[in-house]
């Protein structure tokens, strides 16, 4: 699945894990799926300079948009656009799962 083919407006981020070892993100999302919101898996692999410039607010963190800025062989460059900033980061290689939380 293409990350660009994912409309995340208005996608709230219930987690993030962040593996440096292995260089490896794994954000937790409610993704709309079939008309109503369902937990997925954002995984990024190859993860280099991942950075946050984000202003305290209250609420949930939301997702607003997605912009792949730079590709290249080697590595892709996104753009999320939060509800308080943006987060930035270069991956070689990224997948949607569909998460299974325990309750």
Avoid: C, W
């Avoid at 407006?9 to 292995?22: D, F, G, H, K």
């Avoid at 794994?26 to 202003?55: C, M, N, R, W």
């Avoid at 949930?60 to 656009?81: F, Q, V, Y």
């Amino acid at each position: 699945m293409n990350l660009a083919d994912f409309n995340l407006q208005n996608t709230q981020l219930l987690a993030l894990i962040e593996e440096p070892e292995q260089e490896k993100l794994t954000l937790t999302v409610l993704l709309l799926s079939d008309g109503k919101p369902a937990p997925h898996l954002l995984v990024f692999e190859g993860v280099h300079g991942y950075q946050i410039s984000e202003k305290r607010v209250t609420g949930p963190l939301t997702l607003l948009s997605l912009k792949i800025t730079e590709e290249s062989p080697t590595r892709t460059h996104l753009h999320l656009e939060t509800n308080r900033g943006h987060r930035e980061l270069y991956y070689t290689t990224a997948q949607i799962q569909t998460a299974n939380l325990a309750t």
